[in-house]
């Protein structure tokens, strides 16, 4: 059991290693890498640890993709919805999902 924890720490360190690259190099990218945390760790890890992958996947969705956008907000954990900067982000998605943004 312990040798699979150690994995699982060894690659969400990966993942956020990754990330921290991708945000310096490639917006776009760190989309990507998110998508990936999810896929792989998504509801299986500490809310602190994914909170940052779930924020760069909103975001990125606000950006050009908001029917993604709805479904990722349906499926992150609740605790991750009441974060004050998921919630600031999750408006701007309704807004713009809704028209109600004047551009």
């Not at 779930?54 to 908001?66: A, E, K, V």
Request: hydrophobic share 45%; net charge negative.
């Amino acid at each position: 059991f312990s040798g699979a924890m150690e994995i699982t720490v060894a690659r969400m360190e990966e993942h956020k290693a990754a990330l921290e690259s991708a945000l310096r190099a490639n917006p776009r990218g760190a989309a990507k890498v998110s998508e990936d945390f999810e896929l792989e760790h998504g509801g299986f890890v500490d809310l602190a640890v994914a909170l940052p992958f779930y924020r760069i996947q909103l975001l990125s969705y606000l950006r050009d993709d908001l029917v993604n956008a709805r479904w990722l907000w349906e499926r992150i954990p609740k605790e991750a919805q009441n974060d004050g900067d998921m919630q600031r982000v999750w408006r701007g998605v309704a807004l713009l999902h809704n028209n109600k943004l004047k551009e």
